[in-house]
């Protein structure tokens, strides 16, 4: 395993073991809203600070994009940043749905390099390097084989923070619901994105995400097989949050279904 990526999935467990004792605990937690229907508990701030310690232990001069203390460290433009979600699926972690995940990507000089997903609940852990493919528990994983979107089971995440984008993406939706096998929204897009590399869905598809929620996946997503782009299906989708991922035959039936409802503001 590449040593940075070692870094990483201690720096992942030791986050997973936070978030496993603050369940157990639920009913104690300190819990802030950010914005309409985002939250945030005193258990990311702790699994955050957990992760960013023990990388910054490791690479001093690495700079860090983190969700709930944002960018820090070296400047944004040095060579190695680490994307980081302490805790991906906060709102069900927060109801006790057990669907949540520790999500951790390195960009080298802005490109996607390293990548760890941690599922505490299941005791999963999803890693990737770029070029060395995609593994699940050290067992290499890859996309699903099915070639029609009828037959394809599709993730995604409603909007639930800002609703700019809502009639696009009902349209969407409703075109899906009718072409597909089955529409999916675990709630961890960290998650979904891992469970499309390990074949367990056949595609995804999202607006308006953050880096930190979709870095790690999308690299395990590529590395084991698949395509990733945006919704005009450029590699921009990092910067506009706006994410269509698949294995590669179903990654183009699903940005062919989606695009007829892509508006100008989508596109960027």
């Given at each position: ?120 609940v299941r005791n999963d852990l999803y890693t990737a390097s770029r ?74 598809f999202e607006i308006g995400l953050n880096p930190w929620d979709i870095a ?53």
């Amino acid at each position: 395993m590449h040593p940075m990526l070692n870094t990483a999935v201690k720096a992942a467990r030791a986050a997973g073991k936070i978030i496993v004792h603050g369940s157990q605990n639920l009913d104690r937690l300190t819990v802030k809203s950010k914005q309409g229907n985002d939250f945030v508990s005193e258990i990311d701030q702790k699994a955050e600070q957990a992760i960013i310690t023990i990388l910054l232990d490791a690479y001093p001069t690495h700079a860090i994009l983190a969700e709930e203390s944002g960018e820090s460290g070296a400047a944004s433009d040095a060579e190695y940043q680490w994307v980081i979600d302490p805790l991906d699926g906060t709102t069900n972690f927060l109801h006790d749905f057990p669907q949540y995940a520790v999500s951790i990507a390195l960009l080298h000089r802005g490109k996607l390099d390293q990548a760890v997903i941690y599922d505490p609940v299941r005791n999963d852990l999803y890693t990737a390097s770029r070029g060395r493919g995609a593994f699940l528990n050290e067992r290499r994983i890859r996309v699903g084989k099915r070639d029609k979107l009828q037959d394809a089971l599709i993730g995604t995440g409603f909007p639930y923070r800002d609703f700019t984008h809502l009639d696009a993406y009902t349209g969407m939706f409703r075109d899906l619901a009718q072409k597909t096998s089955g529409l999916r929204r675990p709630g961890s897009a960290a998650l979904d994105l891992a469970w499309l590399a390990a074949g367990r869905t056949d595609g995804f598809f999202e607006i308006g995400l953050n880096p930190w929620d979709i870095a790690a996946g999308c690299l395990l997503v590529i590395e084991a097989g698949g395509l990733v782009s945006d919704f005009a299906g450029e590699e921009n989708y990092l910067q506009s949050g706006n994410v269509i991922a698949g294995s590669p035959k179903i990654f183009v039936q699903l940005l062919q279904t989606i695009q007829p409802h892509v508006t100008e503001a989508l596109r960027r």
